[in-house]
């Protein structure tokens, strides 16, 4: 669930700068991931925050430079629509959070209906604060079981458009509550956050 690569392209797009002479290092990547699970339940949750270290911005073309974790520099132009570039320091530290979570719900005939439903949200720094911004998407699609297997440990689900896939499920107690005509419910989310704060004292 790691996407680290896309975490770094958002920092990037969105983070910002000050004047150039030796800065402190940023921390290192970090890395949290959580799983809970139960008969008819299942919880995974990751997130990967990657920071980088102002070194310089030029006001008037825009241009920043970012020191990385591992040493190395990254220049970019920040985009026009990048808010309250001007409040930000040579030192300060800029983070983006790349999270990612997935929750696998069993509903009983009624409590659901097939289908699919998307969402999603964006919001930005208010006009004299630090830049940032954060964006968030999420898909759940809820699917018919119409057929398990105990011998296979397998479990057969039909979309909402019909079609049909059997997938393996590894924990064979979620296999005794499940039964044909139930609903598997899954929602996938994933947001990313950016901001920016002064160093640390």
């Known amino acids: 669930m790691v996407r680290t690569t896309f975490a770094l392209g958002a920092l990037c797009a969105l983070a910002f700068a000050g004047c150039s002479n030796k800065v402190e290092p940023p921390p290192d990547p970090v890395v949290t991931s959580d799983v809970e699970e139960e008969p008819g339940k299942i919880r995974a949750t990751e997130a990967v925050t990657v920071s980088a270290t102002v070194v310089s911005v030029d ?11 591992d040493g190395e520099e990254i220049e970019f132009r920040a985009d026009d629509q990048v808010r309250n570039l001007a409040q930000v320091k040579k030192g300060d530290i800029v983070s983006a959070t790349y999270y990612e979570s997935l929750a696998i719900d069993l509903k009983k005939p009624g409590e659901a209906k097939p289908g699919v439903v998307v969402g999603e949200d964006a919001a930005r720094a208010k006009v004299g604060e630090k830049p940032g911004a954060a964006a968030a998407e999420s898909v759940r699609v809820t699917a018919t079981v119409v057929a398990v297997d105990h011998k296979k440990g397998t479990i057969t689900l039909k979309g909402p458009k019909g079609n049909r896939r059997t997938f393996p499920v590894k924990n064979p107690e979620h296999l005794k509550v499940v039964k044909v005509g139930d609903l598997v419910e899954a929602t996938y989310t994933e947001a990313v956050g950016i901001e920016v704060n002064p160093p640390a004292k």
């Open 59 to 69: 006001q008037k073309t825009r241009m920043v430079t970012l020191l990385g974790s």
